[in-house]
């Protein structure tokens, strides 16, 4: 069964940095273990609805991101830590929520906007104050 713990998450002030990790461990049948496979960010404010972060395509290493972020976060991957990262920078109010890293077998070209993943960590929660 495959497991994703998320950390890394904590209180900021507007303009500053977090970056969250997602350490990947077990396995489901079939896909994970192969080389290419997608993993994903999301966050989920209270009272909003879920939102895609970021995506990277692993193997290739295609990314993608929301509008709201690009430019202030970078999604990673390290393969021999199993470890998936988003770096955050030049946070705002706004990105306050819980964070949540996902990973699913797809086609390349279902990781990214679309992306809708079987598999999800705990959260790790972001607060940005002003």
């Known amino acids: 069964q495959l497991q994703l713990a998320e950390s890394g998450g904590g209180a900021v002030q507007a303009g500053g940095s977090l970056k969250l990790s997602c350490v990947g461990s077990g396995y489901y049948d079939p896909g994970y273990g192969d080389s290419n496979y997608c993993m994903g960010w999301f966050r989920q404010a209270p009272g909003k609805e879920r939102e895609g972060v970021a995506t990277?395509?692993?193997?290739?290493?295609?990314?993608y991101y929301a509008d709201s972020v690009k430019g202030r976060f970078t999604i990673s991957h390290d393969n021999a830590a199993n470890t998936l990262y988003l770096q955050m920078n030049s946070l705002k109010p706004e990105d306050t929520a819980m964070y949540y890293c996902?990973?699913?077998?797809?086609?390349?070209?279902?990781?990214?906007?679309?992306?809708?993943?079987?598999?999800w960590g705990q959260g790790t929660q972001v607060t940005v104050s002003s």
């Open positions: 996902a990973t699913d077998d797809v086609p390349p070209t279902y990781c990214g906007e679309g992306f809708s993943p079987d598999n």
């Open positions: 990277i395509y692993i193997g290739p290493g295609t990314t």
